[in-house]
């Protein structure tokens, strides 16, 4: 099976670096893509993460500088790979934050693939990330199509998904063997390559030792990475033509 993963385009916002990279940077305000990302060459039909719902909504309740072009967006990106809403087999969420789950109501079919405790932090999530996790977002999804796992999962031979906690108790991250090497999706368990290259923390985070363990054990298995948040994924972008990790 050879596999492809493609870098999906679903909007942008606008936040500080230091946001980013643990402090790091701080003082530069920047605008930053929020990518999904599809795996094509599978039996099944897979996506990780599905991006944002309502940019209006970010705007106004979370005050932050959001867009998203028109021929940007979980639909937008599905025509431009041939793909139907209703054909697509597996989402994984990387985690419940309102930027990757935001299109998850367009599935009607899919199976939702998340780790357990990430489902009970998001419907009790720890103070400071209530601002994160959009109920409307997590409940559109019929409970029934949400699978809960416990760690390592291997979705089909070649794509596996790997825990990377710390950004949330329940983050995971998605490993796929393509011919020209591993890429990792990321989700925020590294928000930049910068992230994973230095091993620096995301500085939204509910444990910093885990989440600095998630960006090492990154660093060790990503060869091409879509972070959550790169600037230097282009859209539509594929395997090695994805950042390279040293
Ligand atoms: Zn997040």
């Not at 039909?45 to 959001?66: E, F, N, Y």
């Amino acid at each position: 099976m050879s596999f492809s993963v493609v870098a999906l385009p679903m909007g942008w916002l606008h936040v500080d670096k230091g946001s980013l990279t643990y402090g790091k940077g701080y003082g530069t305000t920047m605008w930053i893509p929020v990518w999904a990302a599809a795996i094509l060459g599978a039996d099944y039909k897979i996506l990780i993460d599905t991006g944002i719902s309502d940019p209006a909504w970010v705007q106004r309740d979370l005050g932050m500088g959001c867009r998203q072009s028109s021929d940007e967006g979980i639909e937008q990106a599905l025509k431009k790979i041939g793909w139907k809403a209703d054909e697509v087999d597996i989402v994984i969420n990387t985690h419940l934050h309102y930027d990757h789950i935001g299109g998850n109501v367009v599935f009607p079919k899919a199976r939702f693939l998340i780790q357990e405790s990430e489902w009970h932090h998001a419907n009790q999530p720890l103070e400071t990330q209530t601002w994160a996790y959009s109920e409307r977002d997590f409940s559109a999804t019929d409970y029934f199509r949400w699978t809960f796992l416990q760690g390592a999962y291997d979705v089909v031979p070649g794509v596996r998904i790997v825990p990377t906690s710390g950004h949330t108790p329940g983050h995971q991250s998605v490993v796929v063997q393509t011919p020209g090497g591993r890429v990792v999706v990321s989700g925020d368990a590294a928000n930049l390559v910068e992230n994973i290259q230095e091993e620096i923390p995301p500085t939204i985070m509910v444990n910093v030792h885990d989440a600095r363990r998630s960006v090492q054990l990154l660093h060790r298995l990503a060869q091409f990475t879509i972070p959550g948040h790169d600037p230097d994924v282009k859209a539509y972008a594929e395997n090695t033509n994805l950042p390279s990790v040293k």
